[in-house]
Nanobody, 126 residues
Framework: QVKLVESGGGLVQSGGSLRLSCAFS????????IGWFRQAPGKDREAVSC????????????IYAEPVKGRFTISRDNAKDTVYLQMNSLNAEDSAVYYC???????????????WGQGTQVTVSS
């Protein structure tokens, strides 16, 4: 059974950085696209970024949502079964619970993702 566990969230000042981790288990990470999404209080979950798999879809290609382009970087370490989200130049609008999910398709559409971790809270103080 696939399991995803997010970590690395916390409280950071505006302009600061955090690196989130998504630990993957139960299957071979390189078969799957991994996506990061976030949900702020009172808002719908929104896409942040995704990274293609080496064996399946996307061949390692990355996609970013407009609000995070140029500030966030997604990467994967298949040997460690972990996907990272490096977040720089954080601002208050980035405050949310961040989730990772897996998919067979390189997409930022939430419906394409089959499973979510429990999330990690990111709070940016202004």
């Amino acid at each position: 059974q696939v399991k995803l566990v997010e970590s690395g969230g916390g409280l950071v000042q505006s302009g600061g950085s955090l690196r989130l981790s998504c630990a993957f288990s139960g299957h071979t990470l390189d078969f799957y696209v991994i996506g990061w999404f976030r949900q702020a209080p009172g808002k719908d979950r929104e896409a942040v970024s995704c990274i293609g798999s080496g064996v399946g879809s996307g061949n390692g290609k990355t996609i970013y949502a407009e609000p995070v382009k140029g500030r966030f970087t997604i990467s994967r370490d298949n040997a460690k079964d972990t996907v990272y989200l490096q977040m720089n130049s954080l601002n208050a609008e980035d405050s949310a619970v961040y989730y990772c999910g897996y998919s067979d398709y390189l997409s930022l559409e939430e419906d394409e993702y089959d499973y979510w971790g429990q999330g990690t809270q990111v709070t940016v103080s202004s």
